[in-house]
T-cell receptor
Framework: GAVVSQHPSWVICKSGTSVKIECRSL??????MFWYRQFPKQSLMLMATSNEGSKATYEQGVEKDKFLINHASLTLSTLTVTSAHPEDSSFYIC?????????????FGAGTRLSVL | TQLLEQSPQFLSIQEGENLTVYCNSSSVFSSLQWYRQEPGEGPVLLVTVVTGGEVKKLKRLTFQFGDARKDSSLHITAAQPGDTGLYLC????????????FGQGTTLQVKP
């Protein structure tokens, strides 16, 4: 299957600092990547759709200035949590789509555990 | 509004028992995926169903897509402790650009 790498897997930061999370498709090109947030024992909440070479599409209620997304290449999307606060602590997961006929199949990274002190 | 209702949300059973997880919607999906997620990891794709009435088997797991493509089920036979995890169904609408609508998830615990 397609492999998606997410880095870092765990990050602890001080309140007010910014944190960047990388999502890479290792063996395929992904024109579309997705960023999710997940709370303990809950399902995934879509934050935004990241399209290569264009602006991300954010879901309702997600602050685009707070969660900056950049999809500069066909294999890399980044999520930057700016001026992080304790309420931003969560599990963030990215996914990538193969596109074309398989556009509805998403392959997920291993997730990033963010803890803001 | 939750477009994909998944039930039950929590299930604790003994090893060897059978179980079924359901995902229901009033909307039609072009495809539906089932994922399994372990704590601290990302979801792993188990299966994709596309055709109404389709049945797919993966060892002890049987997946079914409803005839009208509005619902799906996952049946596990003779559950084992290794089946423990969060099971997620996710539907794709034909008009979207790859976005998935996720169910609430089913946390399964299989006790030895």
């Amino acid at each position: 299957g397609a492999v998606v790498s997410q880095h870092p897997s765990w990050v602890i930061c001080k309140s007010g600092t910014s944190v960047k999370i990388e999502c890479r498709s290792l063996d395929f090109q992904a024109t579309t990547m997705f960023w999710y947030r997940q709370f303990p024992k809950q399902s995934l909440m879509l934050m935004a759709t990241s399209n290569e070479g264009s602006k991300a599409t954010y879901e309702q209620g997600v602050e685009k200035d707070k969660f900056l997304i950049n999809h500069a290449s066909l294999t890399l999307s980044t999520l930057t949590v700016t001026s992080a606060h304790p309420e931003d602590s969560s599990f963030y997961i990215c996914s990538a789509s193969l596109g074309g006929p398989a556009k509805n199949i998403q392959y997920f990274g291993a997730g990033t555990r963010l803890s803001v002190l | 509004t939750q477009l994909l209702e998944q039930s039950p949300q929590f299930l604790s059973i003994q090893e060897g028992e059978n179980l079924t997880v359901y995902c229901n919607s009033s909307s039609v999906f072009s495809s539906l995926q089932w994922y399994r997620q372990e704590p601290g990891e990302g979801p792993v794709l188990l299966v994709t169903v596309v055709t109404g009435g389709e049945v797919k088997k993966l060892k002890r797991l049987t997946f079914q897509f409803g005839d009208a493509r509005k619902d799906s089920s996952l049946h596990i036979t003779a559950a084992q402790p290794g089946d423990t995890g969060l099971y997620l169904c996710a539907g794709a609408r034909s008009s979207n650009t790859g976005k998935l609508i996720f169910g609430q998830g089913t946390t399964l615990q299989v006790k030895p």
